[in-house]
Each structure stands twice: as C-alpha cells, then as structure tokens.
C-alpha cells in the first residue's frame, strides 16, 4: 500500500526533475529545509488519505448501504472504482502542473479540494458521499504527483543525498499511513463515522497548511513555480487558464461521482437509469486498455529490436506488477470485512488493521535495502523477474495463512489476531521484494523517446488492479436477507475460500515468472 505510492511517486520525480531546478537553499540536518516541509505536508496528507480509506468500506457496509441485501457487493464496487480513479488521476494532474500549473499551484489546488472532500464525507448523506469521494479523485492527481516531483528539485543531479532525502520524504508516507487507522479508525467506530471522517479532514488541512507556509518562508526557492507564468494568465472566455482549470476541476465532479455512483437516477432525456458499475467497465475495458494497447503496439513497430525486446520485458512486469495489487488491494475490502466478522481483534478494530501493512513497511525497509547492497556486493543479487516470483509466491503465502486460519476457529467462527498479523507480514515482504525495483527497472528498461509514456501505463496499472480486486473482492460478499451481514462460521468460510483460491492463483502466477525468467534476461540485453 504506502510502498507503492513510493514507487509510483518518487522514482517518477528523479526520472522527470526538471531542467533548471534551483536546488539551493537552507538546509537543515545536511538536507535542503524545503524537505522537512514537504515531509510533513506529505505525511499529513498520508493521514487524511489513509484514514479515510480505513473507514471507507465499513461505513459503506454498516450505515450508508445496510438496509440494502447486496451491500457488500455495493460497497465493494464503489471502494474499486474510487481505488481505480484514485491511480488514474495522477498521470492527468501531473501533465497539467508540467505544462501550465506549476507544482506548487497545483499541489495547493489538489490540497484544497482534497480538504473539502473529507469534511463533504463527514457529512451522513448519499449525495456529500459520492461528491466527497469525487473531490478526493480530483484532488488526489493534482497532490500526489507533483509533491513528489517537488522533493526531485530540491536536489542537484547527481547529489549523493537524493536517494536519502526520498528514503526520509518515503517514511512521512508510511507513518502517516501507520498512524491514521489507529486514530480515525478509533475514532469513527468509537464516537460515529464523521469523527473519523472528519480527524481526516483535520489532517489534509495541516497538510496544506505545511505546505502553504513552505512556500511563504521561501526554503522551496524557485522551484515547482509555473514553466510559463505569462501563459496561465493569458484569458480564454474572460477567464484566466489558471481559473479554468479550477472551474473544470469542479465541473468535473459529477463525472467522476456518475462512474462510482450505484443505483438509479431520473435523468433529463433518458427517465430512470440504472448505475451498477457498467460504466466504469465500459471505461476500463472498452476504452482505456484497447488505447493503451494500440499505442503500445505502434510503439513496438518503431523501435529497434534490442529497444523491442525490452519493452517485452516491460509488458511482462507491468502485468505481473498488476497481478500483485490485484491480490494486495483486497487489504481495504474484504480483509477489512473479513476482520470486522471473523477475527478476535483483542487489541485493535476492523478499521485499525489497516496500520499493519504500513508498520510492517517501516519495520522491513531499511534491512531489506541493505540486504540488495549486500547481495549485489557478493553477486547473489536476484534479477528483477526473480524477485518477481519470489514476491508474488510470498503473497499467495499470506493467502494461504489467511485460508488456514479456518482450521483454529472458535465456535463463533472467530480466529485468532496473529493469523491476520502473520499473513500481511508475508504480504508485505513480498511487496518489497516487487514494488522497490518495479518503477526502477521499467524506466531503465523503455526506450528513452516513451519514458514517460510508459512510466504513465505504470501509474494506470495499479487503477487496473484496483479494478480487478474489486471483482475479486466481490467474490467475498455475505450480505443476507434486508441487509443482515452474514457472520460466524458462514462469513469465515466464504472469505477463507476465497483466500485460497487467491494464494493457488498468487503460486501459479509465481511460477510463471520463474518459467519467463530466462527470456526476460536474455531480452533485458544486459540489464540486471
């Protein structure tokens, strides 16, 4: 999960840094000042995202969708449409703040409509829902994208503190997303919803705060200011491009509340219609992938056959790159629910579980770092499909100990806490033996004239997986008759059958990366 913004973000930013940075400026703790700014600004916004997102499904399945039979199912679909738009937003957000925002009007932007989508959700009603969960999509692709390009200015190419100063701006993710199901998920099962809801609020609106005042003392010096002010400024209708921009972020709104929306609505011209999903699917799998398809292919014809080896190579890893998030997102669905009906959770809540992948990221990351530099001293480093595999089947390990805690249940079909910690531990390790290296070798890998196309298809792999595990996910849903969640020894079987069906596929998809493995090496023409 917090990995993955890593690798989505961070890596992006030092590959596209742009020319003319100004990485001058106070620094503090041999790093530039402006860090430590956007380190909190990141880990505040971490917090509200997280924190949100903990709660997201259990209010959906306890409050806004309990009357309905099939809420699980409701509620599922809705978590994997946000999830998908969520990772699709950056690649546009980002390409806006390239060419005429900036990246610091773009991220005040983003932190503003994010703020007001989490106080929207605080908001107990079906239309503050959707609006809420759309403000955040937006505001997502204008944040995440560009604070992270931000933090690559800051630095001179080639400055040795670069990968240190990502490594401290990539522990402010984690520990927002460690400490923000603690807090809200408390919060929101404890006192009601909009506490919960609304402490994510709180925390977006430090986030901007943080980095409003980063910008007023200067420790950004001229970086992340638009590539052209003059052009911004320039008037289409009587209004700015920057105002435009702003307005068609908030026109856009309903849009994006259509594709998450489930249910009917009297629309002007066509009655009632009815919303299930179907959208979101003819989005996906009608228009976006046949796009990204053709645009590979073109590609392949181009480029010289060593460049078309590579990208073979690419293909291959971003597909098993998204087999893995399809597996590793069911961590907000239906292990979220899994935990609420079939697990003693002697010490933490439903909504809280969600802490234990990121602190299991903090605790992993640094040895596992040190464990690369160690093995390529001694020449044992793995090659990239490799540790592919390896990921993966650790992956389908923490399936199968999800599945084989239904042999330890108790009469009411509650097992143990530890299952569920020691089945995301081999979750997590899996996720740094796939998503460190992931980004990094892709950009290695492309050929130069498409980095950035490609780096794009990486962002919109993880908005497939989302999607794809929310068809997964929907495998789980219990919902019984008027809206009574199915529990004990019912539930325990229908989530742990699943699991198992995910930890045989998560194997077979581990051995198909090894089978690959030799090609891939050979078509990698020397990179390790």
């Known amino acids: 999960m ?21 990485p001058t400026g106070p620094e503090m703790f041999g790093h530039p000042k402006g860090l430590f700014y956007l380190f909190f600004a990141e880990l505040w916004e971490r917090f509200s995202f997280y924190g949100m997102r903990a709660l997201l499904v ?25 999830g998908a738009l969520v990772y699709a937003t950056p690649v546009i957000g980002g390409m806006i703040a390239d060419r005429l925002l900036g990246y610091r009007k773009a991220i005040m932007l983003g932190a503003v409509l994010m703020a007001l989508g989490h106080f929207a959700l605080a908001i ?14 937006v505001g997502n692709g204008f944040f995440k994208p560009n604070i992270s390009t931000l933090v690559g200015t800051l630095y001179k190419e080639g400055d040795s503190r670069r990968d240190a100063g990502f ?23 404890t006192y009601g919803w909009h506490y919960g809801f609304g402490a994510a609020g709180v925390g977006m609106v430090l986030g901007l ?22 052009v911004i ?14 307005i068609l972020s908030f026109l856009s709104l309903p849009v994006f509340g259509l594709l998450l929306f489930n249910g009917t609505l009297d629309l002007p011209g066509f009655g009632e219609t009815v919303f299930d999903g179907s ?37 291959l890893l971003t597909f098993f790159v998204t087999v893995f998030w399809s597996f590793f997102e069911q961590a907000g669905s239906s292990l979220t629910l899994f935990a609420e009906r079939n697990v003693n959770l002697t010490f933490m809540n439903a909504a809280q579980t969600n802490s234990i992948n990121p602190f299991f990221i903090i605790l992993f990351a640094l040895p596992f770092s040190a464990m690369w530099v160690f093995l390529s001293k001694k020449r044992m480093n793995p090659y990239t499909p490799v540790k592919f595999a390896l990921g993966i089947a650790q992956l389908g390990l923490g399936f199968l100990i999800f599945a084989w805690s239904a042999n330890y249940a108790d009469a009411e079909g509650r097992v143990s806490i530890w299952f569920l910690i020691l089945g995301y531990m081999f979750i ?27 780096m794009g298809i990486w962002f919109l792999s993880s908005s497939f997986a989302h999607y794809i595990a929310g068809l997964i996910a929907k495998l789980t849903a219990v919902s019984g008759s008027e809206g009574e969640a199915a529990t004990g020894m019912a539930s325990l079987l229908v989530y742990t059958g699943v699991f198992e069906q995910i930890a045989y596929v998560a194997f077979g998809f581990a051995v198909l990366a090894l089978l690959l493995t030799p090609i891939m090496r050979k078509w990698m023409n020397g990179i390790h």
């Open 2 to 22: 917090s990995y993955q913004d890593h690798t989505l973000t961070d890596q992006v930013s030092e590959q596209n840094a742009p020319i003319g940075a100004d």
């Open 58 to 82: 259990l209010y959906m399945v306890n409050n806004l969708f309990q009357a309905f039979a099939n809420r699980d199912e409701i509620a599922i679909g809705i978590y994997a449409a946000y």
């Open 124 to 137: 107990e009603h079906p239309v503050f829902f959707y609006g809420s969960l759309a403000l955040l999509i």
């Open 167 to 189: 490594t401290i701006f990539y522990m402010g993710i984690n520990i927002g997303a460690m400490v923000a199901p603690l807090i809200c998920g408390w919060l929101g099962m």
């Open 209 to 230: 705060i943080m980095f409003w005042q980063g910008g007023r003392s200067g420790v950004f010096g001229n970086n992340g200011l638009p590539p052209n002010p003059a």
């Open 233 to 246: 400024k320039e008037r289409v209708g009587g209004i700015t491009k920057e105002a435009w921009i702003t």
């Open 279 to 315: 959208i979101m699917h003819i989005v996906m799998n009608y228009i976006l992938l046949p796009v990204i398809a053709l645009v590979l292919i073109y590609n392949l014809v181009k480029v010289d056959s060593i460049e078309r080896q590579r990208l073979f190579v690419v293909i």
């Open 428 to 454: 997590t390790t899996g996720e740094l033996f796939v998503s460190p290296v992931g980004l990094s070798k892709v950009t290695e890998l492309s050929p130069k004239k498409i980095v950035a196309f490609i």
